[in-house]
């Protein structure tokens, strides 16, 4: 009971606080008496922090407690080729530091090296044995059979057995590695469209095309971590590929990755260094709902198949590409989707603020994390 107790306090602290004992006991159900035991036994242990005094209510002068943020530290990494972008976070979710390293765009590349010094720099200052969770988001689907990275042969350096457990022990911390998508999914969940949504699948368009599934509200992987890597898929109107094994070779992508579209926005008379920029001209021009109907045909030919399949609640449109396309591009493809389908799901788009890949990561880098300390109050 007291570590039930003592986990509930917590959470409410970390939700409402900073709060007194009377507010606590109120919200937490426990008795006055028992709240002071309580806030004296998590202030010992470093977990909660007196926070000031409230001054102005009836009755004597009341204590402020709050969760201790510095009681542990998680980081979030978002892996591209080009850079790895390091966050760490506090233990109620206040960004504590951050650091991007460039990446060589080279073989050999020692994975573990280049995350250890981005993270080093990322939380300078912090005690290593403060930092309890690691998560790495990347392009790419562990197998959990060999813990080897697949569908990231544009990532080099990555593709060795058991990464997971490796980064594990030279880091001395528990590390992750999981699908970008996979993670922006999981910031949806957390803070944007998908909150409601128990059944929902996300599509994800920048250079490359990728999705993430959501059933009963947990992420779908696949048994081989694959699901949801969809740029491979066949489609109509594009060649059938055998060769899928190299890198946005699907029929998926081939129609509607970056590259895909910013050949479809040329052809429309609008131009951009890449496919995004490129896009968002064509949302925001009068001549511009043509080359927008193109995409979002395709686009919604894509989920169609996904629809008939899963029948989810909800589809949430993300990645650089689709969020330059805006509302117009959002409302035509759940318009064509809608013409090709008995299911008509609602189409969105991310709300996700800043990065989602690494919203993902600390988000669930803070849920292991928690769990962890807030069970850890009693021998």
């Known amino acids: 009971m007291r570590a039930i107790n003592d986990r509930a306090a917590l959470e409410v602290l970390l939700e409402r606080g900073p709060l007194t004992r009377p507010q606590l006991s109120e919200l937490t159900g426990i008795s006055k008496p028992t709240a002071s035991q309580l806030l004296a036994r998590l202030e010992e242990a470093g977990l909660v922090l007196q926070d000031g005094i409230r001054e102005g209510l009836p009755g004597r002068t009341a204590e402020l407690y709050r969760v201790n943020p510095a009681a542990a530290y998680v980081a979030g990494l978002d892996v591209t080729p080009a850079r790895i972008h390091a966050v760490v976070a506090d233990l109620t979710g206040a960004v504590a530091g951050e650091h991007t390293l460039p990446t060589p765009a080279r073989s050999g590349v020692d994975a573990v090296a280049r995350v250890r010094a981005a993270l080093e720099d990322a939380s300078a200052g912090i005690a290593r044995d403060r930092l309890r969770r690691v998560v790495i988001g990347i392009g790419g689907a562990v197998d959990p059979t060999t813990g080897r990275l697949g569908y990231a042969a544009h990532i080099p350096g990555w593709h060795v057995p058991d990464l997971g457990k490796r ?128 995409l979002a045909t395709r686009l919604g030919a894509t989920l169609a198949t996904v629809v008939a399949v899963l029948d989810p609640q909800l589809i949430v449109l993300t990645g650089d590409v689709l969020r330059s396309g805006g509302e117009p591009l959002r409302a035509l493809v759940e318009r064509e989707l809608h013409t090709m389908t008995i299911p008509r799901p609602p189409v969105r788009l991310s709300s996700v603020e800043g990065n989602p890949v690494l919203a993902g990561a600390l988000h669930l880098a803070l849920g292991d994390a928690r769990d962890e300390v807030f069970s850890s109050t009693t021998p």
């Open 167 to 294: 980064l594990t022990g030279a880091l001395g911390t528990p590390v992750s590695i999981e699908n970008d998508v996979n993670l922006s999914a999981l910031a949806e969940l957390s803070g944007g469209e998908a909150g409601d949504a128990r059944d929902f699948v996300l599509l994800w368009v920048a250079e490359g095309v990728g999705m993430a599934v959501v059933l009963g509200g947990v992420l779908h992987r696949g048994a081989t971590g694959g699901a949801g890597e969809i740029g491979y898929m066949p489609v109509a109107g594009a060649p059938l590929r055998r060769d899928v094994r190299r890198t946005h070779t699907g029929g998926v992508h081939s129609l509607t990755g970056g590259a895909a579209v910013l050949k479809l926005m040329r052809a429309h008379g609008f131009r951009g260094r890449d496919a995004a920029t490129a896009l968002s001209r064509a949302a925001a021009a009068d001549s511009g709902e043509a080359a927008l109907t193109e």
